[in-house]
Each structure stands twice: as C-alpha cells, then as structure tokens.
C-alpha cells in the first residue's frame, strides 16, 4: 500500500525568505503523479504544483518548486520569496497513473511572519 | 480549473438528525468525489459519486451513513445520516475534468459540520 509523510508538522518563515517542505512516499509502482496542496484557512483547497514520475525534471509555478528524487522517494516544495498570503497548511498527495484515488500526507501547517 | 460551490458552508446539528450537503459545479465532469476533514487531520476519501448509479464507497464507509447523489454532471449530494459528535468534520467535494492531463482533482470550499 502506498503511504505519504510529512514529517514537519508546523513551520515558519520570515516574509521573502526561502522554506522547504519536506514530504517522503512508499511505494512499489513506477507511475505515477505527486501534488502539493495549499489550504489556507478559508478551507478552499488549491493545486499549486503536480508532478508526474518519469518526468525527470523539477516542476515549477512561479515561486513554487519542488525536488523531485525519484529513487529516495522523495518530493519537498520549495516557496521561494515567502508571501503572507502563503500561510496555509501544505498536503503531500500521491496518485497512481490510471486511477483517481489520491493519498494524502497529514500536512505541514506553515506560517510566514511579517 | 472548475468553480465549485457546496452549501451550507457550515451548520450546527442535534446529535441523531441528518444534513444534506450540496455540491455544485460550472461546468460538466466527468468524476465527483466526496471527502472527510476531520479536525486536525488529512483528507480521507468518502466515496465517488457516479452520475446514474449507486456511489462507490471507500472502506469504512457504508451509503446508510453516508447516502450520496448524482442526478447530473453538475451536481451531487452527501448526507451525513443519524449524526453524532463523531461526525463534526469538514465535508469537501471534488471534480475532475475529462482531459485532465495529471487526474487531478478541484476541490469546493467544504462544509464545516458540527455536531453536539
């Protein structure tokens, strides 16, 4: 079965810094698509960034990155020029190629500071 | 993307009623999810809802609990059945589109149910 973690639960930042959230993920396929999602506390979920798994190249949306390492399992988000509106708990999510289900990490709740 | 809107964005509910949620989307698709929020926690997946046939339910989860409609492309229902305390969660629904490229899925602002 396949399991995503986020072992950070809380983070901060300053405003315009640079953070990394971290999120790790088991399992035994080789295709399939990763998501970060933003929920800010209005509870309105956004996509901010997908990944697929053989695209050996990083994905990006503006100031958002991520790390993608395939063979440590491994897919962190990078927000870069930390913003106020970026306050918002983060979910890892895992989906396998072909199906609609996701798999979703407990979050990483982060908080940019003025 | 989808616009998607759910009502009531949030209720207060007697312990042993029922509350219907809806979920209204702008434009046809092919998929609707149902998913749970409970306090503090990640997103776990209720059920689908199949336009014209009974929802395919996730383990854990029974449709006498959880009784779910899809009339059309655009709309479905969630009723969260005989509740208890146990049930004061936020309720989001999702879509995805045909042709998305990833499978991924747009998500409504929820409903925030508490239960006493």
């Known amino acids: 079965a396949q399991t995503v973690t986020q072992s950070q639960p809380e983070m901060s930042v300053q405003e315009a810094e640079t953070v990394t959230l971290s999120c790790t993920y088991d399992?035994?396929?080789?295709?399939?698509?990763l998501f970060w999602y933003k929920q800010p506390p209005s509870r309105q979920m956004i996509l901010v960034i997908r990944?697929?798994?053989?695209?050996?190249q990083n994905a990006t949306e503006n100031r958002f990155s991520v790390n993608f390492q395939k063979a440590a399992k491994s897919f962190s988000l990078k927000i870069s020029d930390s913003q106020l509106g970026d306050t918002a708990m983060y979910f890892c999510?895992?989906?396998?190629?072909?199906?609609?289900?996701?798999?979703f990490g407990t979050g990483t709740r982060l908080k940019v500071l003025a | 993307s989808a616009v998607i809107s759910q009502k009531p964005s949030r209720d207060i509910c007697q312990r042993g009623t029922s509350l219907t949620i809806q979920c209204q989307v702008d434009?046809?698709?092919?998929?609707m999810f149902w998913y749970r929020q409970q306090p503090g926690q990640s997103l776990t997946l209720i059920a689908t809802?199949?336009?014209?046939?009974?929802?395919?339910?996730e383990s854990g989860f029974v449709i006498d609990k959880f009784p779910i409609s899809r009339p059309n492309l655009t709309f479905s229902t969630l009723t969260v059945s005989n509740m208890s305390p146990e049930d004061s969660s936020i309720y989001l629904c999702s879509v995805r589109k045909a042709g998305a490229i990833y499978n991924e899925q747009f998500f409504g602002p929820g409903t925030r149910l508490t239960v006493l």
């Open positions: 990944q697929e798994a053989y695209k050996q």
């Open positions: 399992t035994s396929e080789n295709n399939y698509y």
């Open positions: 434009s046809q698709v092919t998929m």
């Open positions: 809802a199949n336009q014209g046939s009974e929802a395919t339910y």
């Open positions: 999510a895992f989906m396998t190629s072909g199906t609609y289900k996701y798999i």
